[in-house]
């Protein structure tokens, strides 16, 4: 199973950015799905999370409001619209597959990760 994230980059305080996550080899469309960042001396922390049919989602305290998570089942994606971006969003974002069907913010709770997309804000 991969999962590769794409649509990270540069950006300005106060923009947006739009991830997307393919998964191959295994459809997800059984499974949660999963967004996660982590930035340099941190540890990886949960950003949001979408139930197997898309009908729940879940968001750190951090970006409610601001991130929309969404999936596409006939597309095996998984995707995070990130607005109004602030210096403290910029990490590296992985994608993540639960191994059941709801999502919470546990990392214990993914089985498959991608290698992840760099998010940078500047002030």
């Known amino acids: 199973v991969q999962l590769q994230a794409s649509g990270g980059g540069v950006v300005q305080a106060g923009d947006s950015l739009r991830l997307s996550c393919a998964v191959s080899?295994?459809?997800?469309?059984?499974?949660?799905m999963g967004w996660f960042r982590q930035s340099p001396g941190k540890e990886r922390e949960f950003v949001a999370g979408?139930?197997?049919?898309?009908?729940?989602?879940n968001y750190a305290d951090s970006v409610k409001g601001r991130f929309t998570i969404s999936r596409d089942n006939a597309k095996n994606t998984v995707s995070l619209q990130m607005n109004n971006l602030k210096p403290e969003d910029s990490a590296v974002y992985y994608c993540?597959?639960?191994?059941?069907?709801?999502?919470?913010?546990?990392?214990?709770?993914?089985?498959?990760w991608g290698r992840g997309t760099q998010v940078t804000v500047s002030s």
């Open positions: 080899g295994r459809t997800a469309s059984n499974n949660a």
């Open positions: 979408i139930s197997w049919r898309g009908s729940r989602t």
């Open positions: 993540a597959v639960g191994l059941r069907p709801y999502s919470d913010s546990d990392t214990g709770s993914y089985r498959y």
